[in-house]
């Protein structure tokens, strides 16, 4: 068989391709363990948990019943309504049977205007911000100049904690040089009440769960290991109340989890050397995600344009103070790999049908569709080990759907990943959220292990 120039290119990129998906499967193995002991021994720090909300009245009572059950003590909870129009606030002061107070906010960020804050008879370490519409990232400022913990929470408002959650994140915030960390996600609609994981729902469903287990179990823990982490997810973060305020907190733009994330590895690079931004594989929240297609599509069409808003404010950045290394690492996970996966499905059908597709091509799909298989084995393998685990029959649904989906993945990701890309070029209102509906149907109502 006769080597050309495509062909040796096309076998140099696939080669890089797999190394580095193998670095992520060793980088796992490798570190993996099984969920460090719960240990008290540490006082417990003051933790401040923000919770902005607009239009989430559907999910807002499931989100503080998870506040409630909680097993910590020294911790406040800030419910931030940013201007919704539906009728989030009175359900909240329903709920908290809430009144008005007086509390002082503290720095300099920069937020919309605050009506009223209200503080709840029943639970007083839980408090309502009624403030202008501003967005996500607005909301979570007011958050900050309002709370009083040390340690601060980000939590969506339609994501429950498990309830030993708290007791994690102090702990590994007991190390000073801890600053920042990101939590498990998991999808609540894949839970039952009792908060055991079980593989059950529609197609769509399944899908968003190999998504969350593969970038978390895998993805964000191998990142962590390898000081790579680029995004802290938006649904649980969690930061130095110290450190926020040092670097201005939030900015407007769509992607606020990666741009503070970004912001902070800023400002360790710059700032403290030695200061570490992490994964809490055992701090566990449950979030809604969406149930159809189309909230699917809205939603991810969304990150991918927050995803470029990133790069395009942090590109000075890249390759100086973000150094050449962890830049290199980012465009290739998140910006190469997308496009050979791109250029792959666009030139399948080409080789084909110019009767140029030879045992060759068909060597490297085999090796890619064994390497994907190893990849979802070793996310299943991971997940085990952090007490995510399935009964045997399910473990068969799982490879079975891993098959199903393996002609559709491709190109649902190319195609959110192309959408995305061009909205955010050619869309006059770039900071357009496309919210998805809330359905409420994520409800953990035991204790889960």
Partial sequence: MEMNVFTYTTAALFTFVVLFQFSYIIVT????????????????????????????????????????????????????????????LERLIDLLDAERTVINPSGSLIYAKVHEVYRSKKYPNIYIIDKENGGKANSLNAGIAYATGNIMITLDADSILQHDSLIYVNQEFNNPDVIAAGGMVQVGQMYNKAGKPVFKGNPILKYQLSDYLMSFYVRRFAQSKMKMIAIVSGAFGVFR?????????????????????????TYIRVKRKQAKLIFIPEAVCFTEVPENLRDVYKQRIRWQKGFVDCIVKYRKSFFRTLSVGFTLFLFWDAIIMAVLGILTIILLPILI?????????????????????????????????????????EYVRLIL?????????????????LFGTFS??????????????????????????
């Fill in 401 to 417: 759907f891993f098959i199903i989906e393996l002609p559709f993945r491709p190109l649902l990701d190319m195609s959110f990943y």
């Fill in 241 to 265: 109340r110290d450190v926020l305020h040092d670097i201005g907190g939030y900015k407007k733009t769509l992607g606020e989890d990666m741009e503070i994330t970004l912001n902070i590895q």
């Fill in 353 to 393: 049908i110019a009767d140029l597709f030879t045992i060759y091509h068909l060597i490297l799909m085999g090796v890619s569709v064994v390497l994907q298989f190893v990849f979802r084995v070793t996310t299943y393998w991971s997940a085990t080990r952090y007490s995510h685990n399935y009964r045997w029959f």
């Fill in 29 to 88: 193995f490798r570190y993996s363990r099984k969920p460090k002991a719960l240990k008290q021994i540490h006082p417990e720090d003051t933790i401040s948990i923000l919770i902005p909300a607009y239009n989430e009245a559907a999910v807002i009572e499931s989100c503080l019943k998870g506040v409630l059950a909680l097993n910590y003590t020294n911790y406040e909870t800030i419910f931030i309504n940013d201007g919704s129009d539906d009728y989030t």
């Fill in 424 to 449: 955010y070029v050619f869309e006059k209102d770039k900071h357009n959220w496309n919210k998805v509906k809330r359905l409420g149907n994520v409800e953990i109502t035991k204790k889960s292990a």
